[in-house]
């Protein structure tokens, strides 16, 4: 199994178990989350309570609605950006990424990051952000939206901000 790490925070946003289509020159990752539900599942063994003499103890079983990326890898929503603030930090991201990136690689990133930015800023109202569980302001941002008509979320990430790890 291989798991992707931020590569500015350590934090695992992502593994192999979801696949991903290229976006804008292979800069952005586009990977579809799905609801999914979480909580007790209803086990029946045949026994009637009624004629057992009891009744149901009355457990506490609430089943809950999650998004898989965000359970698997405990991403944390981050408030939304306006145009002004988002700017700002993909100029930081930039600077913070090409630092630790191989040269070859950081230019890659600056060749398609415009196209990236110009993508993201397009459907900058309807994209919610979420960050590693560490919560790193500085870290990669994985931004989700739905689709026109979509039930699902999909997840944007920045595909030279993830290193490959093999678990």
Not at 38 to 48: C, E, K, L, R, Y
Not at 56 to 78: N, P, S
Not at 87 to 107: G, H, Q, R
């Amino acid at each position: 199994m291989l798991v992707y790490q931020d590569l500015l925070s350590g934090d695992e946003l992502l593994s192999d178990s979801f696949t991903y289509k290229e976006l804008e020159n292979g800069v952005l990752w586009e990977v579809e989350g799905k609801w999914v539900v979480q909580g007790p599942v209803d086990v029946d063994i045949g026994a009637n309570p009624s004629a057992e003499g009891g009744e149901d103890e009355g457990v506490d079983d609430t089943a809950v609605k999650v998004v898989d990326i965000v359970d698997t890898f405990r991403l944390q929503e981050q408030p939304p950006f306006d145009k002004k603030s988002f700017v700002a930090y993909i100029k930081k991201y930039i600077k913070n990424l090409t630092a630790v990136l191989e040269p070859e690689k950081a230019d890659e990133f600056k060749k398609g990051i415009e196209g990236a930015t110009k993508f993201l800023l397009s459907k900058l109202k309807d994209l919610q952000f979420f960050v590693g569980e560490s919560m790193k302001d500085d870290a990669t941002v994985v931004f989700a939206y739905y689709k026109d008509g979509a039930t699902n979320p999909t997840f944007l990430y920045f595909s030279h901000g993830l290193k490959e790890i093999k678990c």
